[in-house]
């Protein structure tokens, strides 16, 4: 009860700074604190439940953008139908993935994941109507329906998302899918042997976590107002989706929320201030730094600290 | 795009060339994650180190495969460190480490390539020397000799590799580590130094190729990336742990890419890679020589 | 005057004198903004630098001049790596947090894409720097670009003059899939009827392919007459290297085009005799006569050698410094910043700057274009100060300003 109430708060709030005079720039950096957390819960379904490393974090986002992007120049689709059907799509790639890869464990799931994202955007590059290597202009819809610009709904929507891909982390996580999830991760054969049913639940943690993914990366080409291959299928998504949760603590759905907030916001506070070069060392520092020192995140972290001072 | 033989024959010549490039590249990953089991994804990156410590000896004047003999000892020390610490961290503590392991291995990926772009910057840089430029005529034929010099240089390293591994007693023991770590303590030899010996061969390795891959084109930071599709295919077309299998597979990665780049043209060779990885991992994940 | 008032006066007055002595000068207080970003790394890193420098020459001298309606401007460039991904957001920055009150784009086409809808939306005059046709789709009426063409016919009629002067027939196209080169190559391809060449090659590749031998075999397989390439900086080097490695083949009688980066003297140092032979544009070449052009070579020589960029600037540096003439003098016109006032007046007049008159038509392109199809001749490897002397470039279109015919076929001219 206590979530549903914050989740209400937090969309209550959104709609109010939306309406308010604060700085168009803070929108735009918000966009990008929301897509990450989505982000972060999505991959930790797989991830962090599961145990499987989704490396290709960009392909999903570059699929569910060209989606969206598709669905704007074939039928002039308004935002929320992008979203749905890019969502659509990205979970049936995940659940395709989760076949093709049934086979496979650690590392080579992950090369096949990252091997998606170039198939991906080779496949992009080689087609003139999402506008290939290039890349396209679009223009945005003059207003922003009921609020004051486009970029504030927007961010409204995105709000939305992050609760949305959120509540379906804490369901997994404290249903009989997450524990099924976390026998998987601790042992998959030994998990087998007990009867759970490690297929139907490694499928459904795929396609669930590619459906957040894409859905995340379908508001990207009105963001920007621009798409193109290269930073779409950028493999810096792949690092930060990977480094949030392992700041924030994988094994609880609130890691996600916690490691995205914190490095999204130092991203943007150094791209501003000092350059973006240095935004990508900071994830890969921490990124190392909480795997080597603290590997069960800031949640682990907290729990160690809670039950020392007991 | 016209079809003919001579074009064809041309490909496939020059995809030969090149397989025995990708073959040398792979070989440093076919012993640390064929053989060993490291999730050694960093691979890539430090292949690009190799080239850019050459490029930096070159601005001296050294030329590049001189350089890259000259960083094989540097690399050698620090992939045998690099190894230590990852052994105590990740493969002592032995718990759900494969998340972890692999975390680790990524975070250095983009580590080594944001340094890379802070102290070299985003440019493209490239080598010269005296075969870089010219290329050897064979009726219509041209084979450039920066090609011919790579292949040469990779096929002296994987004879090399091979040899050692099979004949010597410490290359044995490398290629027995993987199979039975018990047996090897039992015959008095400690598996943590032996596997210090291999990663600390397969990053001495991977200067002297990184130097081979200043040669054949320029370089810039972001080019790790695809060389861990390239790498990563060949390594697991040949099969884990299989040397020769390395270099069939480079070949055969080689000349696929090489028509596909003449026939189907430069935008769809970027998949070849990973496509053919795709389907391996697919279909026979044991590889095609596997153990 | 009784005593109190006197004092009263006696220290206001004393006041006002101490005020305007020791306060910072009105002008400097309430500055004129103008922001953009340029890539300064890079593969277009080597032109943008050049173009900075003259931008920032203008800054100064129009500073020392006392500033623009009174106010000092405050210029500030970003470097954006020549990376469109990096755009968006550094404009979005410089318009909501460094609050600039005017934009210029980055150098060239490739980082300018974005941002136009971007500009657009916002209502913002954009002051193009060196892209080609990148307002087409989005037709912002407040764009103004400052490159001497206009489209892909009056880029391509020199270059086409020569193709049928030299009797050809076949043209074999490879051009680098992004904005300039797909913008230049679409418009050739577009064309082509009209020519009478017939395509027997044409290829898009990637920004990431760096072989062009195996693209160098396929066109040589294809025996054309003609070959145009549209690309960037590193491709052009890479084009250049591999046509000298495998050799276009025999039959070629013109081969250049849109290679970008052949006008930056750096590269043209480091290919060298490489260069011999290829036709490719420019929008400068030394000997051309252009009022005042040869005082600012002069003084930008000197600071760029300090700065170690390119040392003899002729193919940005000018039109750079020129995008700053135009800026003064619509301000100091219309008496404001305002976008839409000096949009007005850069649409209604003809400006007068260092590389000649400027007007613009109606999407914001030249009206007078004036694109040079030159020859590379006589050029020997390293030496940058042989680029001084016209004879190294000969102009072989337009009319107005030719210095010498085409020599073909390529193979004969590389030896020239």
């Known amino acids: ?310 | 795009m016209t079809f003919s033989f001579d074009l064809l024959l041309e490909a496939i010549l020059f995809g030969i060339l090149l397989g025995g490039f990708y073959a040398a590249v792979s070989l440093g990953l076919s012993v640390s994650f064929g053989l060993l089991d490291i999730p050694n994804v960093a691979h890539p990156a430090v292949l690009l180190l190799g080239a850019y410590g050459a490029f930096s000896l070159g601005q001296y004047g050294v030329d590049p495969i001189v350089a890259g003999l000259l960083l094989m000892p540097v690399f050698f020390i620090a992939g045998a460190l690099f190894y230590k610490t990852y052994y105590l961290v990740f493969e002592r503590r032995g718990d759900a480490a494969a998340v972890n392991g692999l975390a680790f291995f990524f975070g250095v990926v983009f580590i080594i390539e944001v340094g890379l772009v802070i102290w070299y910057g985003v440019d493209q840089q490239s080598a010269t020397a005296a075969y870089i430029g010219g290329s050897l005529e064979l009726g219509d034929i041209r084979l450039p000799y920066r090609l011919l010099a790579a292949f040469s240089v990779a096929l002296v390293m994987a004879l090399a590799l091979s040899l050692y591994l099979s004949k010597t007693f410490y290359g044995r023991a490398i290629k027995a580590v993987g199979q039975d770590e018990g047996a090897l303590r039992l015959m008095g030899v400690d598996p943590v130094k032996v596997k210090q010996l291999a990663f600390g061969i397969a990053t001495g390795v991977n200067a002297l190729a990184g130097a081979v891959l200043l040669i054949l084109a320029p370089i810039e930071p972001t080019m790790d990336r695809i060389y861990i599709g390239r790498t990563f295919c060949v390594v697991v077309l040949a099969g884990l742990g299989s040397m020769s299998g390395t270099l069939a597979a480079g070949l055969i990665l080689g000349i696929a890419e090489s028509i596909v780049l003449m026939f189907l043209g430069a935008s769809w060779a970027p998949a070849v890679a990973f496509g053919l990885l795709m389907v391996m991992l697919g279909f026979r994940p044991q590889g095609l020589f596997g153990r | 005057m009784d005593l109190s008032r006197r004092k009263l006066i006696g220290t206001a007055s004393s006041l006002s004198i101490a005020s305007s002595v020791f306060s910072v000068p009105a002008w400097a207080n309430n500055p004129i903004k103008i922001g953009m970003s340029m890539p300064q790394t890079g593969p277009l890193g080597a032109g943008g630098k050049a173009a900075l420098l003259a931008l920032k020459m203008w800054v100064e001298d129009v500073n020392g001049r006392g500033g623009l309606l009174g106010r000092k401007i405050d210029f500030n460039a970003y470097d954006d790596q020549g990376n469109p991904a990096n755009t968006p957001g550094i404009y979005s920055k410089l318009l909501d947090v460094d609050k600039v009150d005017l934009l210029i784009a980055p150098y060239a086409t490739v980082p300018t894409a974005p941002i136009m809808p971007l500009v657009k939306q916002r209502g913002k005059l954009l002051m193009g720097n060196f892209s080609f046709q990148v307002n087409a789709k989005v037709k912002h009426d407040m764009w103004f670009n400052n490159a001497p063409w206009n489209d892909a016919e009056g880029w391509f009629a020199g270059f086409l003059q020569a193709a049928k002067d030299s009797n050809s027939k076949t043209i074999a196209i490879a051009a680098q899939d992004q904005e300039f080169a797909q913008n230049l190559a679409n418009g050739v391809r577009a064309g082509l009827a009209r020519t009478g060449l017939t395509s027997v090659y044409d290829q898009n590749y990637p920004p990431t392919t760096k072989d062009f031998s195996s693209i160098v075999r396929a066109i040589r397989s294809t025996k054309p007459d003609v070959v145009f390439v549209a690309s960037y900086p590193g491709d052009s080097v890479g084009m250049v290297n591999a046509a000298h490695e495998i050799g276009l083949g025999p039959t070629v009688k013109i081969f250049g085009g849109g290679m970008v980066g052949l006008q930056f003297t750096p590269v043209m140092e480091s290919l060298g005799s490489k260069l011999n032979g290829i036709i490719n544009y420019n929008t400068y070449v030394p000997g051309m006569p252009l009022k005042g052009i040869e005082d600012f070579f002069k003084r930008y020589t000197a600071k760029a050698v300090a700065e170690k960029v390119d040392p003899l600037g002729y193919y940005l540096p000018p039109f750079n410094y020129a995008t700053g003439q135009m800026l003064e003098q619509a301000i100091n016109a219309t008496k404001s910043i305002d976008d839409k006032a000096i949009a007005a007046y850069l649409r209604a007049n003809t400006m007068d700057t260092i590389v000649g008159p400027i007007k613009f038509d109606a999407g914001g392109e030249r009206a007078n274009q004036r694109v040079i199809m030159a020859q590379f001749r006589g050029v020997k490897d390293k030496d940058l100060e042989q680029f001084r002397s016209p004879q190294r470039q000969v102009i072989i279109h337009p009319t107005a300003d030719k210095t010498g015919d085409a020599i073909f076929p390529y193979e004969q001219a590389r030896k020239s």
């Open chain 1, 1 to 310: 009860m206590r979530f549903w109430l914050s989740c209400a708060a937090i969309s209550i709030g959104a709609v109010f700074l939306a309406f308010s005079g604060a700085n168009n720039y803070l929108f735009f950096a918000g966009f990008v604190v929301l897509q990450s957390i989505v982000l972060a819960s999505a991959w930790n379904i797989l991830g962090g439940y599961a145990g499987y490393v989704n490396f290709g974090v960009p392909a999903f986002i570059g699929a569910g953008a060209y989606a969206a992007l598709m669905m704007h120049l074939a039928f002039a689709a308004p935002l929320l139908l992008q979203i749905a059907v890019a969502g659509i799509i990205t979970g049936l790639i995940g659940f395709l993935v989760g076949l093709l890869t049934v086979r496979l464990r650690g590392i080579f799931f992950s090369i096949a994941t990252v091997a998606l994202v170039f198939i991906f955007e080779t496949l992009v590059m080689n087609t003139p109507f999402l506008g290939g290597a290039t890349g396209m202009q679009l223009t945005r819809p003059e207003s922003g329906g009921l609020f004051p610009s486009y970029m504030r709904m927007l961010v409204v929507v995105m709000t939305g998302l992050a609760i949305l891909a959120v509540a379906t982390a804490r369901y997994v996580q404290e249903s009989h899918i997450g524990r099924g999830l976390r026998a998987v991760r601790d042992s998959e054969e030994a998990a087998e042997c007990s009867g759970v049913p490690t297929l139907k639940l490694k499928l459904l943690a795929c396609a669930l976590s590619g459906a957040l993914l894409g859905a995340a990366g379908a508001p990207l080409p009105m963001y920007l107002s621009y798409i193109e291959p290269a930073s779409t299928f950028n493999l810096l998504y792949a690092v930060s989706a990977l480094a949030m949760p392992i700041i924030g603590g994988m094994s609880h759905w609130i890691g996600p929320v916690i490691g995205a907030i914190i490095l999204a916001s130092l991203q943007q506070i150094v791209t501003v201030t000092i350059s973006s070069e240095l935004n990508v060392l900071v994830v890969g520092l921490l990124l190392v730094v909480f795997v080597v020192a603290a590997p069960e995140g800031i949640v682990g972290l907290v729990k160690r600290w809670k039950s020392s001072s007991k």
